[in-house]
C-alpha cells in the first residue's frame, strides 16, 4: 500500500474515526521512539562497558555537541 492510498483509505473514515487513528500513530510513533531510545542507550552503556567509551564532564560533551551542530552549519 502506497502512501497515498493510506491516505485515501484514512479519508474514507469518519471524523471520529479518523481522530481516533491519529491518536493511535501517535502514540505508536511515540512508543517506537522510546524503544528506538532504549536500544541506543543499551548500545551505549555496553559500548561504556567494554571500554569504548570513556567518561567526561558536561562541558566537554557540551563542546564537542556544540561544534558538531557548527561543522552541519
Known sequence: MTLDQA???AMQLTLDQ???LLD???SRQI???RNEMAMDAEESLAEFRAGELRAR???DALDELHQAAMDEE
Do not use: N, S
Request: proline share 0%.
Open 24 to 26: 493511535i500513530l501517535q
Open 7 to 9: 491516505i485515501d483509505a
Open 57 to 59: 564532564g558536561v562541558e
Open 31 to 33: 512508543e517506537a521512539r
Open 18 to 20: 479518523r481522530a481516533m
